[in-house]
């Protein structure tokens, strides 16, 4: 996929996580892996609303700017988006974002770890809580990393959420899924309570994943007969 069509889509997603109320002020920030080894990332310190294919900025493995307008620095969330890209070769693309269900969730310090709805089974699986990380400190990425290996989806503890996927919209479905079962999981437990879905039931959903395309890492996949990965 060339630059532009992913800086295209790096806009779009920002502005559909403005409109979706997932971001306030200058809240959350995108970032892609290009084919050439630099990196996309959306500018610090404006809102996801008013970007545009130029103001995102270009950079290299540490970080440092190789290109940008008007003097545009990256996202000081940048070293988490590195860190997924340098633990996870699978990954290119990162989005981090304040969906306020989920958000509750990991304001709460409530993992979403119950195996309760078929798509977040099959597309996601359990979302830990990851350990509490000052923002754009290297401890954002030091609480994220153990979690990596075996999740495309967490929760930042009094934070917010995170995804990462093979690309910008495989990544942002994932934000969408997980705010979608934040909502209907705060819906059970006022109705009551969530059910599990039984352990044979489970290892179908999980086996359905190739049949569905989906791509990443599933935390409970070994565990699976059926598991594509
Ligand atoms: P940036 O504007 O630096 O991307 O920061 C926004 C944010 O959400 C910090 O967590």
Redesign the pocket.
């Known amino acids: 996929m060339n630059e532009t069509i992913i800086r295209e889509q790096m806009c779009d997603v920002c502005h559909k996580m403005w409109q979706l109320g997932w971001?306030a002020a200058?809240?959350?920030?995108v970032s892609a892996r290009l084919s050439d080894g630099s990196f996309l990332a959306?500018?610090?310190?404006?809102s996801k609303s008013f970007i545009t294919p130029e103001k995102i900025v270009k950079i290299n493995a540490k970080g440092e700017v190789i290109e940008a307008i008007d003097g545009h620095k990256p996202?000081?969330?940048i070293k988490m988006h590195l860190r997924c890209y340098e633990e996870r070769p699978d990954v290119s693309a990162v989005v981090?974002a304040?969906p306020p269900t989920a958000t509750g969730y990991a304001v709460a310090n409530k993992a979403l770890d119950g195996y309760t709805m078929i798509e977040a089974v099959i597309a996601v699986g359990s979302v830990p809580v990851t350990p509490y990380g000052t923002?754009?400190t290297y401890e954002v990425p030091e609480a994220i990393t153990p979690y990596l290996k075996e999740h495309d989806v967490m929760l930042l503890q009094n934070?917010?959420a995170l995804t990462v996927g093979a690309d910008i919209i495989t990544a942002y479905y994932r934000m969408e899924t997980l705010e979608l079962w934040a909502k209907i999981s705060l819906t059970a437990h006022l109705l009551g309570g969530e059910k599990e879905i039984s352990r044979g039931n489970i290892d179908r959903l999980c086996g359905m994943r190739e049949q569905y395309g989906v791509t990443g890492k599933h935390p409970g996949y070994k565990k699976y007969p059926y598991g594509n990965e």
Do not use: F, K, L, R
Not at 26 to 29: E, F, K, Q, T
Not at 42 to 46: E, H, Q, R, V, Y
């Open positions: 971001v200058n809240d959350g920030n959306t500018p610090t310190g404006i996202s000081s969330e981090h304040h923002p754009s934070h917010g």
